[in-house]
């Protein structure tokens, strides 16, 4: 997922990528949230379903290389990297 991630980041903006990653991962722990806390009328089984909203947003590995194409990007010296 990094790398069509990384392709929408260049393309239009990290914000939009940024905001994405941030949407999917709330999801993923509201699914969550909301299955456990009615166990009787949903599932449990249906937790599984939660990791599947992180695709909406590329995951760890979206959001940890945004992060480090944005601080590539705001320090201009070698060593500030």
Known sequence: MT???SYVS????????LSLNSLGIALM???MVFTAR?????PITTMLVGPFFTLLGGGDC???S???AVVTEISSDQLQR
Request: glycine content about 4%.
């Open 29 to 31: 722990y509201s699914w």
């Open 38 to 42: 009615l166990p009787g009328v949903i």
């Open 62 to 64: 979206v959001l940890l």
């Open 66 to 68: 945004t992060v480090a």
């Open 3 to 5: 790398l069509p991630f």
């Open 10 to 17: 260049d393309r239009y903006d990290r914000r939009l990528v």
